[in-house]
């Protein structure tokens, strides 16, 4: 029994050990404002002071919950395409380019919001282009700004798209052109609520998800090679 109730927490809260960098020390800075309101609510007893401390309280855990970032070793195989982002798939299809299949995963603000290699292989590009800043599940959101990182390996190609949304529009990249990377190899974030599109050879692919699926970076596989 005490191993079941050790193993929950560590589902519940496991996420605490594993913190992006810029959210712990965004989580400490909100939690010490808490704690100075919490000390004036001590000595005053205002009201206002008690709310505006569990406010923050609130907000310094809620900051950390975001930024967490699971580990999750899993090892590709050769044939698969790893999913580059937590979240669920929007929709599965052809766009711009008919020989091209898009895969567009929309991340909510309670998603992991790290993305992950999409395959082994090299960054061939990464190319930033400014847009508007639509929700990041309207259908306008390619239209938003984004960020587009090229995976390759020979004639093969697993491009991933960092979109951002309409609350907060910021992009990080942590790779950069001729740089070797595996399936799941750490590759960027996006700040609260956004969207990650996977552009992929439609005629060498067979896809293993649907529309409307819920998926998990670096563990869920989109599709095999043909």
Known sequence: MLEDIKRTFGEVFGW?????????????????????????????????????????LIIALFTAFFFRDPYRPTVFKEDEIACPADGKILSIKTEDDENVLVIRIFLSIFNVHIQRATMNGEVKDVIYTKGSFAFA??????????????????????????????????????????????????????????????YLPKDKVRITVKEGQSVQGAITVLGLWR
Do not use: H
């Open 16 to 56: 605490v050990k594993n913190i992006y960098p810029l959210g712990k020390k965004t989580a400490l800075i909100i939690f010490t404002l808490s704690v100075i309101a919490f000390a004036v609510y001590y000595f005053t007893c205002s009201i206002l002071s008690l709310i505006v401390a569990i406010v923050y």
């Open 137 to 198: 599940n309207n259908p306008q959101a390619n239209k938003n700004e984004r960020n587009l990182i090229k995976f390759a390996d020979g004639d093969r190609f697993a491009y991933m798209e960092q979109i951002t949304g309409a609350i907060a529009r910021r992009i990080e990249c942590w790779v950069k052109p001729g740089q070797k990377v595996k399936a799941g190899d750490y590759a960027g974030i996006i700040y609260f609520g956004s969207q990650v599109a996977v």
